[in-house]
T-cell receptor
Framework: DQQVKQNSPSLRVQEGRISILNCDYT??????FLWYKKYPAEGPTFLIS?????DKNEDGRFTVFLNKSAKHLSLHIVPSQPGDSAVYFC?????????????FGTGTLLAVQP | DTEVTQTPKHLVMGMTNKKSLKCEQH?????MYWYKQKAKKPPELMFV???????INESVPSRFSPECPNSSLLNLHLHALQPEDSALYLC??????????????FGEGSRLTVL
C-alpha cells in the first residue's frame, strides 16, 4: 500500500515557465513533508520542506503548498531552468518519533527544455 | 564536512559471496539509515540506528545484516543474496534531538548487482 503517491511519472516544461509537481498521501499521522531532488547516479538531495502547521513554504524559486484536508502537496518551481531536470521525490514523516522515518513517493521525472 | 560517503559505488557479487557496504559521516549525526531503491521505485527504508543501537528493522531478510560500530560508521553485511536484491543501497544520516530538522542527508548510494 503506497502511502505517498506521485501520480505523474514525468513532466516536461519549457525553460522559464512554471513546473508544478504534485504529491498525495493517505496517512493522516504524517505531519512533515519534504521534497528531494535526485540526479542519476547520485543520492537524493534535500530541496524544501513544510510542516503541517503551515500551508506554504517558499525558498527562492521553490515553493511548497500543503492542503491538509485534501492530503495533497505540490512543489512549484518558477522560473524553471534546464538544471532543474531531475527526478523529484516527495517524502512524508511523523515528527513525533526520535528518528526521521521518511516514506517516499514514486517520483516524478522533470525535464526542462531550453 | 557535510557529506555522507558510501563505498563501494558499484558491487557485483555472486549468490554465495559475502560482501559489505560501508557508510561514513562526520557531521556528528547520531541517527543513520539504510534505504533500498529498485529501478523506477521510491527508496524504501530498511534499517535505522539511533545512538548506535538498532531502532527500526523493516522486516528485512536476515541475509542483510546491519552494523553500527561507532557514531560515524554504518555497515551493511551481505550474505547469500538473491538476484532480486540487486538495487541501489542508500545510506543516510540525521541529527537527533533539538538539532533535528526532519531532513535526511543521503550518500550517493552503492549500486549492487547480484548474479
Amino acid at each position: 500500500d503506497q502511502q505517498v503517491k506521485q501520480n505523474s511519472p514525468s513532466l516536461r516544461v519549457q525553460e522559464g515557465r512554471i513546473s508544478i509537481l504534485n504529491c498525495d498521501y493517505t496517512n493522516s499521522m504524517f505531519d512533515y513533508f519534504l521534497w528531494y531532488k535526485k540526479y542519476p547516479a547520485e543520492g537524493p538531495t534535500f530541496l524544501i520542506s513544510i510542516s503541517s502547521i503551515k500551508d506554504k513554504n517558499e525558498d527562492g524559486r521553490f515553493t511548497v503548498f500543503l492542503n491538509k484536508s485534501a492530503k495533497h502537496l505540490s512543489l512549484h518551481i518558477v522560473p524553471s531552468q534546464p538544471g532543474d531536470s531531475a527526478v523529484y521525490f516527495c517524502a512524508a514523516s511523523s515528527l513525533g518519533g526520535a528518528t526521521n522515518k521518511l516514506i517516499f513517493g514514486t517520483g516524478t521525472l522533470l525535464a526542462v527544455q531550453p | 564536512d557535510t557529506e555522507v560517503t558510501q563505498t563501494p559505488k558499484h558491487l557485483v557479487m555472486g549468490m554465495t559471496n559475502k560482501k559489505s557496504l560501508k557508510c561514513e559521516q562526520h557531521m556528528g549525526h547520531r541517527a543513520m539509515y539504510w534505504y533500498k531503491q529498485k529501478a523506477k521505485k521510491p527508496p524504501e527504508l530498511m534499517f535505522v540506528y539511533s545512538y548506535e543501537k538498532l531502532s527500526i528493522n523493516e522486516s528485512v531478510p536476515s541475509r542483510f545484516s546491519p552494523e553500527c560500530p561507532n557514531s560515524s560508521l554504518l555497515n551493511l553485511h551481505l550474505h547469500a543474496l538473491q538476484p532480486e536484491d540487486s538495487a541501489l543501497y542508500l545510506c543516510a544520516s540525521s541529527p537527533l534531538g533539538q538539532d533535528n530538522t526532519g531532513e535526511l542527508f543521503f550518500g550517493e548510494g552503492s549500486r549492487l548487482t547480484v548474479l
